[in-house]
C-alpha cells in the first residue's frame, strides 16, 4: 500500500502548477523526523519600498496513516534553524502553533524561484512507515500600518461603511463607538479582531480548483460527503460541486467511492472527454461553488482563517487614501477618479483551460465581471498579470493581491444586525488542521453554519453580476440583496484564507 499511495503522491505533487507555476517536487523521508522535497515558482517579490512587503509559499504536510487511512496534519519543529533550504534565494519563517512554514526569498528582490530543496523538521516523530503530502499556497505578507476603512464620499450604493481612519491606537481599543456602523451594524469589537492594521499573510489568489480537488482527495467519505453537491459513491464523470456545465467548474468524481468506507477520487475534467487532469482540464480556473461551509472546512483543513471585511479593505487600498468608487487596482498614477475597468469573459480566451489561460481582452482593470451569462464562468486565477504588467493594467491588489475585484465572490467575517448577522466576537483564531468527522471545520469562534445566520459577508464582486459597482473596494450591497447566497453552492462564489 504505502509504495502504491507514495507514487501516486510523488506523481501528483511533480504536477502541480498554479497561477505562478508553484511546483512541489518528488517528497522523500531521510529520517524519522524530516521530510524533504522540492519547490519553485515564478513571479516572486520581496521589495523594501512602495507596500515594503513580499511574496511566499504557505508549506503543510499531511500523513496517513495506514491502519485507518485516514490523513492528519504534521506539526513542524518552530524552530528555524531545525529547516533547511538550498541555494541562496530562499529561507523558512516558523510560526508559533507548529502548522506549517513559509518560505520566502532571503533578500530584496523581484524574479523567478529556481528549483530548491527543502527539508522540513517534524515537531513531533511521526512514523517513517506513513504516506505524506506537502502542500503549497501562494501567499502575500500584509505589512502593519493604518488604513482607510470605507467609502469616504457615503457609498455608492448607501451599503458602505463610513470612512474611517483605523490605526494600532483604534486597533488596541477595540471599536465600540459605533463610529464604523453601517447597515445596522455598530460592531463593539475588541483589540483582537482581525481589523488589518497588524501583520497577516492573505491568499495571493483565490482557491483554485485544483486546490479544491487536492483537499477533497486527503478526506474520509464521510467528510467529503458534506464538502460536495453528491454522494461521493456516484458515478464515474458526475460534477461534485456544480449542478450542471454552466459555471466552468470541471471538478467531477474520478473514482466513485464506497458508501461510508471508500472514499472518492476526485480530478478535473473540464471537457468531460472522460480524461482526468489534461492539460486543458481547469485546474487553474478560481473555484466557485463553494458555500461559506466549504470554505471554513478548506481554511481550517490547511490551518488558515477566514478575512474580515476591514482585512480585505486592507489588502486592496493598502496605505494609499480613499479613491472614490475605487476597484482593487485604484487608478493610474496620471489619471483621475472614476477608475478603470476593462471587461475579461471566459467566451473570449486564449489557451483556454490551461495553466496559461489568457484573456483576449486587454486595458487597465482587466476583471472577469458582467457575463451575465450561465454557460460562461471564471477565469484562471490570476490571469490578467505577468512579468511586466503594472498594478492597474494586472488587476491587482496594493500590496499583490490578484482578483479582489471580481472572478468570484469573496466570502469575508463580517456583519449586518438588521438582519442577524453579527460577528464582532470574532478573534481570528487559526484553523489548527483537522475537521469534524462530517467534514466541518472544527475551530472554534468562527461564524457558524446553518440556520438564517450562516455565513459571512461577500465582497469583491463576481465574473457573472452586471453591476460594475458590486466590485469596488468598499461596496458592501451584496449584503443586503445576496445575504444568503453563500448558504448555497452558487456559480459565482468562491473565496480565500489568510493567516
Known amino acids: 500500500m504505502k509504495n502504491k499511495i507514495l507514487f501516486y503522491i510523488l506523481l501528483f505533487a511533480a504536477n502541480i502548477a498554479s497561477a505562478n507555476n508553484l511546483v512541489i517536487g518528488p517528497l522523500s523521508t531521510p529520517t524519522t523526523t524530516t521530510i524533504r522535497f522540492t519547490v519553485q515558482w515564478d513571479n516572486s517579490w520581496r521589495v523594501a519600498t512602495g507596500p515594503a512587503n513580499w511574496d511566499a509559499v504557505w508549506i503543510f504536510v499531511k500523513y496517513q496513516d495506514c491502519a485507518t487511512n485516514l490523513w492528519r496534519h504534521v506539526d513542524l519543529s518552530t524552530v528555524a534553524g531545525n529547516h533547511s533550504v538550498t541555494g541562496t534565494q530562499l529561507e523558512v519563517l516558523t510560526v508559533a502553533d507548529a502548522k506549517g512554514i513559509y518560505l520566502r526569498q532571503n533578500a530584496n528582490g523581484v524574479g523567478n524561484i529556481s528549483s530548491a530543496t527543502v527539508t522540513l523538521n517534524f515537531n513531533t516523530l511521526v512514523d517513517a512507515g506513513f504516506n505524506y503530502q506537502v502542500f503549497g499556497i501562494e501567499m502575500v505578507n500584509i505589512p502593519t500600518g493604518n488604513f482607510v476603512l470605507g467609502d469616504c464620499t457615503g457609498g455608492s450604493q448607501g451599503h458602505n ?16 463607538n459605533g463610529a464604523y456602523s453601517c447597515c445596522g451594524w455598530s460592531p463593539a469589537l475588541t483589540s483582537a479582531y482581525p481589523m488589518g492594521v497588524n501583520s497577516f499573510y492573505s491568499m495571493k489568489y483565490e482557491i483554485s480548483q485544483e486546490q479544491y480537488v487536492a483537499f477533497l482527495n486527503s478526506l474520509s467519505y464521510d467528510q467529503q460527503l458534506n464538502t460536495t453537491s453528491v454522494p461521493p459513491q456516484s458515478a464515474v464523470g458526475t460534477l461534485a460541486l456544480a449542478p450542471n456545465t454552466n459555471g466552468r467548474n470541471g471538478i467531477r468524481i474520478q473514482a466513485s467511492g464506497v458508501l461510508s468506507n471508500t472514499p472518492a477520487v476526485y480530478g ?13 482540464d481547469g485546474q487553474n480556473i478560481a473555484c466557485n461553488y463553494l ?70 481582452a486587454s486595458g487597465n ?3 472577469a465581471w458582467g457575463a451575465n451569462n450561465a454557460a460562461l464562468g471564471p477565469l484562471r486565477c490570476g490571469f490578467a498579470a505577468t512579468a511586466t504588467t503594472s498594478r492597474v493594467q494586472a488587476g491587482a491588489s496594493y ?61 469583491g464582486g463576481d465574473w457573472f453580476t452586471n453591476d460594475a459597482r458590486t466590485l469596488q473596494t468598499s461596496d458592501r450591497w451584496n449584503t443586503n440583496s445576496y445575504q444568503n447566497l453563500n448558504q448555497t453552492r452558487d456559480l459565482r462564489i468562491g473565496g480565500r484564507g489568510v493567516r
Open 161 to 176: 461603511f463610513y470612512c474611517q481612519w483605523l490605526t494600532a491606537a483604534t486597533q488596541a481599543a477595540g471599536l465600540g
Open 268 to 280: 478535473n475534467d473540464l471537457n468531460n472527454n472522460g480524461t482526468f487532469n489534461e492539460a486543458a
Open 291 to 360: 458555500q461559506w461551509s466549504d470554505l471554513m472546512a478548506y481554511l481550517d483543513w490547511s490551518a488558515l482563517r477566514p478575512m474580515t471585511e476591514f482585512e480585505f479593505e486592507k489588502v486592496c487600498r493598502g496605505t494609499l487614501p480613499q479613491i472614490v468608487n475605487e476597484y482593487s487596482w485604484g487608478v493610474p498614477a496620471a489619471q483621475p477618479s472614476p477608475a478603470p475597468i476593462t471587461q475579461a469573459l471566459s467566451s473570449a480566451l486564449t489557451n483556454a483551460g490551461t495553466a496559461n489561460e489568457l484573456s483576449t
Open 365 to 367: 482593470g482587466l476583471c
Open 399 to 459: 500590496y499583490g493581491c490578484m482578483d479582489m475585484s471580481g472572478n468570484v465572490w469573496e466570502q469575508c467575517v463580517g456583519g449586518r444586525q438588521d438582519i442577524g448577522i453579527n460577528y464582532g466576537g470574532f478573534t481570528g483564531v487559526l484553523g489548527d488542521g483537522l475537521l469534524l468527522a462530517t467534514g466541518y471545520a472544527n475551530t472554534s469562534g468562527w461564524p457558524a453554519w446553518g440556520g438564517s445566520t450562516a455565513g459571512g459577508i461577500m465582497r
